[in-house]
């Protein structure tokens, strides 16, 4: 007997509609109302920014660890605009443009990085997830959440936030299994920004694309320029009308570019050189986004001034709203909160055997050891 | 803390050696480097340990020094590096693999529950698995959520595995090295809080296993009348600082012991303690229920229940989810709290 090739589908499409000289594919450029153009640019904008602050209150100790959004602002932003309001979001933890976009307060952001859940609150009705930090582990919550949103026989399409490293850990790829076989509405947006902590993508796995992967899944897999929002828009949106037209799920993998430190706990100093950083300053996205924009004449120069300006006076007032209300947790007591829907009685003895202690003794002065 | 005594305690030492000050992060690395040097089957894996240096510079530099083969960056994926790191102590490597954080061990849990501490067992002894899987563990460094948890029950739970915990950078490069020579799996928690608290002499120069520390006895670190006090780690540190100020504003004579072991415990060196104070605190930075402390109270019951004045007090956080960082303070047990623990039992 012959040796046979076996059919599979090995085509990865790439696409890219907005390049980084601000040359536009016409043929492929989305009709997106002028309002909406508007308001994409200032959360990008606002995502910048926010980033820039939020380092310097790092750095002077009022937050704790963060993961910068910088340079990802497209990939995220471009996603999430293809999503409908009550489609689901199930982030991991950079997703700080794309949590912009779905309505989160810069001061919930920041009690969360200052280390109060209360950051996190969560009424229910927001159809997404909280940070995840265990990576690739909210990817099967992904598939979860679409499978119930099918077996419930309503529209609504799941996506979810994941890394080029996350595809190493087995949850990603037994959620992807899960969706394949189940066939269940679910986006895979991968943020393929070439590193993980230090270990750069070639060495992450031996895949040439990391889109490729969805074909062992049965699912279409995609590369997209993650940094040019439109692009991004256009791949993510034929994603979700696909599973929404319940033609099971896709994976895309947006190609951008960790501008800055993985965490603030990290110095990249240790593992890359500016000159790999340095090509990808030309493709920045927000700058891509406003060639366009101007081009366009969807904004002006003063517009653009203006936005920046309104969205640095926002932060500022977030900033002081995040003072006041972590000023007003002093209380750890609240640690006791949640644990159990019922509070147990042994965990009850206990509330009262600490709130006792604590109130006898300053938790908030300087510390012992 | 330093010095030739406290010294040869924490590390069984009885060559000269040359010695520098060290942080219990840089002792790591310098024992990393030693055994890494002796053995060329050593190798260490995991996520970052290479060209970053390890996330906390435990591997810092070494990747330069033994190559890509012995000092690796894996994939990022855990069940991945603690199951080929099985695999290769079965056909003659001796991995030390780095788990980036403990609340990411979980992922491994199964490779490390259902072979690692298994493989002697299930071979009639056939086959070893050399394996000392290191991670940071515990809170105090305003970390995100799953990066300050002590969860050492889940080792110490698991029959086959050696868990130790060290107090001070002589005693980490000693047992980490004591741990990598070790024919048993050892799960090696490091408290993350001390990674950089304080210098030690730590030797700068490779010794022979026997002037290594056993793994197992625990350490009498000073001898009291009135009560025992044991700690590890982290916690060793705070309870050594109440201990003195007791001393010096009570009067409280204590006996402290510290567990660089937790498992296998050696409950010999507590009991024989307890039967002389007639009482004993423990003091975990981990949750009560089921936490080391508990059984420390059960072995005196078993043991030495004649001998109390007093029951057992365990000095742990609470029995909740580990906060976030604005309330990892509040969380874990501090110097007053530990201190009160101590003078309650006294005063019983
Ligand atoms: C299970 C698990 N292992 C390790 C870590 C530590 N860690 C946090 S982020 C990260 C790298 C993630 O890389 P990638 O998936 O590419 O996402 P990126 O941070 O680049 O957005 C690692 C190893 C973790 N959070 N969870
Ligand atoms: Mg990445």
């Not at chain 2, 991995?95 to 980036?100: A, G, Y």
Request: charged share 30%; proline share 5%; hydrophobic share 35%.
């Amino acid at each position: 007997m012959p040796i046979e090739q076996v059919d599979t589908p090995s085509e990865i499409p790439y696409i890219q509609i907005l390049d980084q000289d601000g040359n536009v594919d016409e043929e492929l450029e989305p009709q997106i109302p002028s309002s909406d153009l508007v308001d994409l640019y200032r959360t990008m904008v606002k995502s910048r920014k926010f980033d820039e602050r939020r380092m310097k209150l790092q750095r002077q100790g009022r937050i704790g660890t963060f993961a910068p959004s910088h340079g990802q602002e497209a990939a995220q932003l471009g996603s999430i605009y293809a999503t409908r309001d009550d489609d689901w979001f199930v982030q991991s933890y950079r997703e700080l443009t794309a949590n912009l976009w779905r309505g989160l307060e810069v001061e919930d952001d920041l009690l969360y990085a200052a280390g109060y859940e209360h950051g996190m609150e969560l009424t229910g009705e927001e159809n997404q997830t909280p940070i995840a930090i265990p990576i690739a582990s909210q990817t099967c919550h992904a598939t979860g959440i679409a499978w119930a949103s099918k077996l419930k026989g309503n529209d609504r399409v799941t996506i979810t936030y994941f890394g080029d490293g996350s595809t190493s850990e087995g949850d990603f790829h037994e959620a992807m299994n899960f969706a394949g076989v189940f066939e269940t509405p679910t986006v895979f947006l991968c943020q393929n920004n070439q590193w993980a902590i230090s270990v750069p993508r070639e060495r992450q796995t031996a895949s040439d694309t990391l889109a490729q992967k969805a074909h062992a899944y049965g699912m279409p897999g995609i590369q997209v320029d993650g940094n040019d929002i439109l692009g991004v828009y256009h791949a993510t949106k034929r994603a979700v009308d696909r599973a929404r037209a319940g033609d099971g799920p896709t994976m895309i993998e947006a190609i951008t570019y960790r501008m800055n430190v993985h965490t603030t706990a990290d110095d990249p100093t240790k593992y890359r050189d500016e000159e790999d950083v340095e090509p990808w300053r030309e493709r920045d996205p927000i700058d891509r986004f406003r060639t366009y924009l101007l081009e366009k004449d969807v904004l002006d120069e003063g517009d653009h001034d203006t936005i920046e300006e309104e969205v640095t006076e926002e932060i500022a007032e977030a900033v002081e709203t995040f003072e006041d209300k972590a000023e007003e947790l002093g209380d750890p007591e609240d640690m006791f909160d949640f644990a159990y829907s019922d509070e147990p009685p042994y965990l009850a003895q206990q509330r009262e055997e600490f709130t006792d202690y604590w109130d006898r003794h300053d938790v908030w002065g300087d510390h012992h050891g | 803390m330093c010095g030739v005594i406290t010294m040869a305690k924490a590390t069984q030492l009885t060559q000269d050696v040359e010695t520098s000050e060290m942080t219990m992060v840089e002792a790591i690395c310098e024992a990393h480097d030693q055994e890494l040097a002796r053995d060329d089957r050593v190798m260490i894996m995991g996520e970052d340990v290479g060209w970053d240096g390890g996330i906390f510079r435990a591997t810092d530099g070494l990747v330069e020094t033994y190559g890509e083969d012995r000092v690796v960056d894996t994939p990022l994926a855990e069940t991945g590096i603690i199951g080929t790191a099985v695999g290769l102590a079965i056909n003659g490597m001796r991995p030390v693999p780095e788990l980036q954080f403990s609340g990411f061990s979980y992922q491994a849990f199964h490779q490390i529950e259902s072979h690692l501490a298994r493989f002697r067992k299930r071979t009639q002894g056939g086959m070893n698995v050399p394996v000392t899987i290191r991670m940071p563990y515990g809170a105090g460094v305003r970390a995100l959520e799953h990066h300050s948890e002590s969860r050492e029950t889940y080792w110490i739970h698991t029959p086959g595995l050696t868990v130790v915990i060290p107090r001070s950078p002589q005693q980490t490069w000693a047992y980490l090295k004591a741990s990598i020579r070790s024919e048993d799996p050892v799960v090696f928690l490091e408290p993350k809080a001390l990674y950089r608290k304080f210098r030690e002499p730590v030797p700068e120069e490779d010794v022979d296993t026997d002037q290594l520390p056993d793994i197992g006895p625990a350490q009498v670190l000073e001898e009291g009348e009135d009560v025992t006090v044991v700690a590890f780690g982290h916690m060793l540190y705070r309870t050594r600082q109440a201990v003195a100020e007791l001393e010096e504003e009570h009067d409280i004579s204590a006996t402290v012991i510290d567990l660089p072991t937790v498992s296998p415990l050696d409950s010999e060196t507590i009991v024989d303690s307890v039967e002389d104070t007639g009482r004993c605190v423990v003091v975990q930075e981990a949750h009560r229920t089921l936490g080391i402390a508990s059984e420390i109270s059960a072995r005196i019951m078993d043991e030495a229940v004649l001998h109390l004045e007093a029951p057992v007090k365990r000095v742990t956080a609470p029995d909740v989810q580990t906060p976030l960082l604005a309330r990892e303070q509040a969380y874990m047990p501090d110097v007053p709290r530990i201190k009160e623990g101590i003078v309650e039992t006294v005063d019983f």
